[in-house]
T-cell receptor
Framework: KAGVTQTPRYLIKTRGQQVTLSCSPISGHRSVSWYQQTPGQGLQFLFEYFSETQRNKGNFPGRFSGRQFSNSRSEMNVSTLELGDSALYLC??????????????FGPGTRLTVL | QQQVKQSPQSLIVQKGGISIINCAYENTAFDYFPWYQQFPGKGPALLIAIRPDVSEKKEGRFTISFNKSAKQFSLHIMDSQPGDSATYFCAASMEAGTALIFGKGTTLSVSS
């Protein structure tokens, strides 16, 4: 079974621009979560989607948004980019979005650099 | 507010030695405690996980010890190998498969 895929793998943008990142979960997985990884703050939860609905949101400004499509694929969008948004953005999928035997599987991430 | 504290930040261990990484959490509502391993250029991969109703879980060379009263858990890597050199993250969540709160990570280097 193919793992979680993320596109693009690398992205360079300038301040003020907006960016859209894409995530395809493992086939059959219904939940997609997004995380931001930086050297200073580590791995931080952004938001989680299940059946096209945002179920949970981390402590990030409204410039960060996302959505999930009916095929469980997800996109996240960052508007008005700031230098501090430079990070590795990770997508994780899980089968049920919660449950005793459920697990989050991570993709390789998209490396975003804001100049 | 950091809800999961991890130490040490970096660790150097000789081949064949034991690597120990510690984590402490604050929220008693957490019910799932996984450890993830991350290699450069890759996403984190689940290594082993435990729930509060179990004090220890072992999978191969990897063991999690859990102390519910102290709100602490640790990862032990027995017979550490150079291939174990990676960054290790502890995490906690309310339920498996849901939002993870991560520790800051430990960079492990196993010297041959």
């Amino acid at each position: 079974k193919a793992g979680v895929t993320q596109t693009p793998r690398y992205l360079i943008k300038t301040r003020g621009q907006q960016v859209t990142l894409s995530c395809s979960p493992i086939s059959g997985h219904r939940s997609v979560s997004w995380y931001q990884q930086t050297p200073g703050q580590g791995l931080q939860f952004l938001f989680e989607y299940f059946s096209e609905t945002q179920r949970n949101k981390g402590n990030f400004p409204g410039r960060f948004s996302g959505r999930q499509f009916s095929n469980s694929r997800s996109e996240m969008n960052v508007s008005t980019l700031e230098l501090g948004d430079s990070a590795l953005y990770l997508c994780a999928s899980s089968l049920l979005g919660g449950g005793r035997t459920d697990t989050q599987y991570f993709g390789p991430g998209t490396r975003l650099t804001v100049l | 507010q950091q809800q999961v504290k991890q130490s040490p930040q970096s660790l150097i261990v000789q081949k064949g030695g034991i690597s120990i990484i510690n984590c402490a959490y604050e929220n008693t509502a957490f019910d799932y405690f996984p450890w993830y391993q991350q290699f450069p250029g890759k996403g984190p991969a689940l290594l082993i996980a435990i729930r509060p109703d179990v004090s220890e879980k072992k999978e191969g060379r990897f063991t999690i010890s859990f102390n519910k009263s102290a709100k602490q858990f640790s990862l032990h890597i027995m017979d550490s190998q150079p291939g174990d050199s990676a960054t290790y993250f502890c995490a906690a969540s309310m339920e498996a498969g849901t939002a993870l709160i991560f520790g800051k990570g430990t960079t492990l280097s196993v010297s041959s």
